[in-house]
């Protein structure tokens, strides 16, 4: 056990100028405890502020704590101190201060175990437990903590139903709040008070649907608060709906117990401003300060954004010197404000300037206050300046958006200056900002404009995929057509079923281009089957659009294969081969041997498409060997199979010619020319 430490005679003796929640948490840290139940640590030394306790202390000494062990290591040896001259016991609220701790440190087991042991686990403390697991984002968790409460109160828990509803509103899970809220009145369990309205109403204010809004507002059983009323008018507000806000705004002025505050005159001043109903605005102010509201920051931030938005700087400035006066402080949002209004105007110039005015008044400058100057360097076409301003950035320490990064490199390409593209794509990490898929895209984008870079684009396009960024539509029908002007088909069609994979639809400019060049290599085949494989495997808008396309490639291609007269193939005695125009004396009632045997030529092997070749030729000999053997008897029929099965099929030729050339690929350069002289006379020419 450890030592109980230095006895203290007079623990707030005035010489130490310490406070008697100073004193008890310096002894804390001395112990240190760092789990919730330390075996080897003696509470003894606490001992002597046992006749100093009350609530009050207790709270502060646990509010003041950084270490959730230390305020539960005193909380647990004030509920039973030895000696207790003063019969001290924890109060409800002392309870909530060691509850609401350990909750904000995430420990939940603790929490629990300690108001079992207590029992103190009151439906009210279990509403703090949701709220938390909410905040965590651990939705489903705050679900289970609602169940048990509704176990412990069978049912009747408003205090954890409000507190369910709040998570799931926060977290947008609209559908499950409403199936609960629906609960809540078909059961009867509890009355839904205000703020379970309100919730509601809130719910559906984030989401745009103020009629279901509306609806939730006319079944209050109860008086609407003014929480409930400002929410109304700020989902109104936002939608646009500004006679309903006012008639909601109006009710609030004749409601008795539900005067308009600073908060409902703020929202709509604020949504007059985004209207661009500044006159409005500047009225609707003047009254609140009749009415004895005074503005805060934010009623003026709403006036000055609203002014700088239209243009009207000065005006704006005058706004924030009044604010001034009316001792309200700027902050970072006023001047961003500001800044913003300059730049609207075209004072780029003025703006940064304006910029280091606030680094003289000493603010902390955020990431949104230097974007909107390196915006508008952007759109002055000054890269430069741009840049500069987010090398500051890095060196203040402020990590530059990727926004403000897309808008240089969007510049730097429009003015032809693509190298210094790459190379501030490539930089962005050290600067402090990752690149996201517009960063990419619009690099890879202008790579592919420019002929013979494909591989630096498949360079970038690694990194891309690498941080995580895939593909889209867009960028795939770019690198699809590419891929065609640069000549390399296959990586083409790769490109465009690995789209199909994802379901997108190359653009109709990009498909043109695939067909055209399948089409001039005698791929036509290979062309109908594309498109008909984007017609199973996606939906397809303006499916017209694309076959006609198709068909307007495939019939040229037609009319220039029209324009060439057909080749046939010729064996003669001597063991040669010739491919030529049809002789004069050939006998037509011939069987005719099959078409379109060449149109794969380009896309296989030598010997593969010579080996199908020779399997079209075999079928051919076979079939005229046949038509003449029809009008032989039985015998000669018997004769001529015999000696077609005694000589060499053309494929078995062919096959054994390619071995015989794999074995020369293995003896060197020079005999892989001997091995291609002799097979001269195998090979077609074209």
């Known amino acids: 056990m450890a030592a109980p430490g230095r006895a203290l005679t007079n623990p707030f003796h005035t010489s130490t100028n310490q406070s008697p929640v100073t004193f008890i948490t310096s002894l804390l840290q001395s112990l240190n405890p760092q789990t919730p139940n330390p075996s080897n640590l003696s509470s003894a030394p606490l001992n002597q502020f046992s006749p100093h306790l009350n609530p009050s202390l207790v709270i502060q000494v646990i509010q003041n704590q950084t270490n959730p062990y230390h305020a539960l290591f005193f909380f647990k040896w004030a509920s039973n101190p030895d000696p207790n001259p003063n019969n001290y016991s924890h109060t409800f609220k002392c309870y909530l201060a060691i509850t609401d ?31 938390a697991q909410g905040g965590r984002g651990d939705v489903r968790a705050a679900i289970d903590w609602f ?30 709040a409403k199936a609960i809220y629906d609960q809540i009145v078909k059961e009867c369990l509890v009355t839904p008070n205000a703020s379970t309205y309100t919730i509601m109403i809130r ?67 604020d949504g007059y401003c985004k209207k661009g109903e500044l006159g409005e605005a500047m009225k609707c102010m003047d009254e609140m300060v009749k009415q004895g509201c005074e503005p805060n920051v934010l009623t003026y931030n709403a006036l000055i954004h609203g002014l700088c938005l239209s243009g009207n700087v000065n005006e704006a400035k005058r706004m924030m010197t009044r604010m001034r006066l009316n001792g309200v402080k700027d902050d970072i949002a006023t001047h961003s404000s500001i800044l913003k209004g300059l730049c609207i105007v075209g004072k780029a110039d003025e703006a940064v300037e304006h910029l280091k005015e606030m680094v003289r008044l000493g603010m902390k400058l955020d990431v949104k206050a230097y974007g909107i100057v390196v915006n508008e360097y952007c759109k ?71 002929g013979g870079r494909m591989g630096e684009t498949e360079e970038l396009l690694r990194d891309m995929l690498r941080n995580g960024h895939d593909l889209d539509a867009t ?10 002007e640069d000549g390399d088909l296959r990586r083409a069609i790769q490109v465009l ?39 199973i495997r996606c939906t397809i808008l303006d499916i017209d659009s694309y076959r006609r396309v198709l068909d307007a490639h495939l019939c040229f291609c037609g009319k220039r294969m029209e324009e060439k007269e057909n080749l046939f193939l010729y064996g003669f005695p001597s063991k040669k081969w010739e491919v030529s125009v049809p002789k004069v004396e050939l006998l037509l009632e011939l069987p005719e041997p099959a078409l379109g045997i060449n149109f794969a030529r380009d896309a296989m092997q030598k010997m593969d498409w010579l080996s199908l070749l020779a399997a079209h030729s075999d079928a051919w000999l076979l079939s005229v060997a046949y038509f003449f053997g029809a009008r032989f008897d039985k015998a000669d029929r018997e004769r001529l199979i015999d000696k077609i099965n005694n000589i060499p099929t053309l494929v078995e030729v062919v096959s054994q010619t390619a071995e015989k050339e794999e074995d020369y690929e293995s003896q060197g350069k020079d005999a892989k020319e001997a091995a291609k002289e002799r097979l001269e006379d195998v090979y077609l020419k074209e």
């Open 475 to 484: 960028l795939s029908s770019c690198l699809i057509k590419s891929y065609c």
């Open 380 to 450: 002055m076409k000054e890269p430069d300046a741009a840049i500069s301003l987010l090398m500051e950035m890095r060196m203040r320490g402020l990590k530059p958006s990727a926004s403000s990064f897309n808008a240089v490199l969007s510049v730097l390409v429009e003015n032809g200056d693509l190298e210094r593209a790459i190379n501030l794509l490539k930089q962005m990490p050290q600067i402090g900002c990752f690149p996201n898929f517009f960063s990419y895209n619009t690099v890879i984008s202008s790579l592919c404009n420019v």
């Open 497 to 535: 079923y690995d789209t199909l994979d994802k379901s997108y639809i190359i653009s109709l400019d990009s498909f043109s281009i695939l067909v055209k060049e399948l089409c001039a290599q005698g791929k036509t085949v290979d062309a109908e089957k594309i498109f008909e494989d984007m017609c």
């Open 101 to 131: 701790l350990l909750l904000s440190h995430s420990l939940f087991s603790t929490a629990s175990t300690l108001l079992q042991e207590s029992n103190k686990l009151s439906e009210f403390l279990l509403g703090k437990f949701i709220t």
């Open 203 to 269: 719910g559906y204010c984030k989401m745009g649907e103020m009629e279901n809004a509306q609806k939730v507002f006319d079944e209050m059983v109860c008086q609407p608060n003014l929480i409930t009323y400002n929410t109304m008018i700020n989902g109104f507000c936002k939608n646009g709906d500004f006679d309903s806000a006012r008639r909601f705004f109006g009710q609030t002025m004749e409601a008795k117990d539900s005067l308009p505050d600073t908060a409902t005159y703020t929202t709509m001043i």
């Open 147 to 176: 169940h048990k409460a509704k176990l412990i109160e069978s049912g009747r828990c408003l205090f954890s139903y409000n507190a369910i509803l709040g998570v799931l509103v926060r977290a947008n899970r609209i559908g499950l």
